[in-house]
């Protein structure tokens, strides 16, 4: 997928998309926002060379495999990329690092969450890292007058891969969350996995309910707060709701619905 012809001036970039259903988002977003600023730095003068992008989408973590990852990244290595945007997520991006320091010849930029990653040629260039988005958080929940509150997560992995209590996005998440909340004076008084299923969500809702909690908190990436408003109203209770990275998916006006409230 070029930008420019190639020539021997021509410089390449590469896009590494780990995740299969960010392969909507490469051609309706993330291609066009980088041809924006290619164009932008040309009309200013600061380019002055064809810049043509590689790319790759391949299926990694969570639910394929990382060797497609790691293979992925020699290749736009060799394919004569200076530096390369990707992975997009956690999973990949923390066992490729090891990879890009020891060849130390390519760096990428990635928009996952986590900070264990960064190095002196792996970057991060995200919404809020899973150590931001939890000391911010807790903090606004603190001002807001909150003194016991519940964690909620989802409980398993859907067939589209989520963040739950078990894999590695759920225990950092739940690792900056619990010191969040004792930085700013939150007592957690439960952990709650939300179930997918239906009926075991609202059985899960009404025990938390019953423990009293004055906010939740919900982490990662909002599949299992989706459904949590119907449970809720169920149950009976609709105590105040807060959550980060979740919000990313409202650009969908049905997610916008399901996220009213939070």
């Known amino acids: 997928m070029n930008i420019a012809k190639s020539s021997a001036d021509t410089v390449r970039m590469g896009i590494l998309v780990d995740v299969p259903n960010f392969g909507s988002s490469l051609e309706g977003v993330i291609l066009p ?25 391949v299926h990694g973590l969570s639910n394929g495999s990382f060797r497609n990852v790691r293979d992925a990244f020699h290749e736009l290595v060799e394919e004569g990329c200076l530096i390369i945007y ?13 990879y890009v320091e020891k060849l130390a010849e390519v760096p990428i930029v990635s ?40 964690l909620s997560m989802d409980a398993t992995r859907s067939s589209g891969g989520v963040t739950n209590m078990r894999n590695m996005l759920g225990q950092e998440y739940l690792q900056y969350a619990r010191l969040a ?8 008084i439960a952990e709650v996995p939300i179930p997918i299923d239906e ?24 599949q299992g707060m989706l459904n949590m408003k119907p449970a809720l109203e169920q149950v009976g209770w609709m ?10 998916a409202t650009a969908s006006p049905e997610v916008r619905q399901k996220l009213a409230g939070w």
Do not use: C
Not at 114 to 125: A, C, I, K, N, S
Not at 181 to 188: P, R, T
């Open 33 to 57: 926002t980088f041809e924006l600023a290619i164009d932008e730095y040309r009309a200013a003068g600061i380019i002055d060379r064809p810049i043509e992008i590689v790319v790759r989408v």
């Open 86 to 98: 990707g992975p997009m997520i956690t999973e990949n991006g923390t066992p490729l690092a090891p």
């Open 111 to 150: 928009m996952a969450g986590t900070e264990r990653m960064l190095g002196d040629w792996v970057f991060q260039l995200n919404n809020g890292s899973m150590a931001d988005e939890s000391q911010i958080i807790a903090s606004v929940m603190a001002m807001d007058g909150h003194r016991r509150i519940a």
């Open 181 to 188: 909340a004792q930085d700013v004076g939150l007592e957690i």
């Open 199 to 222: 009926e075991k969500r609202v059985e899960t809702l009404r025990d938390l309910a019953s423990r009293k909690p004055d906010a939740i908190y919900h982490l990662g990436l909002g």
């Open 239 to 248: 105590p105040p709701r807060y959550t980060q990275t979740s919000f990313m």
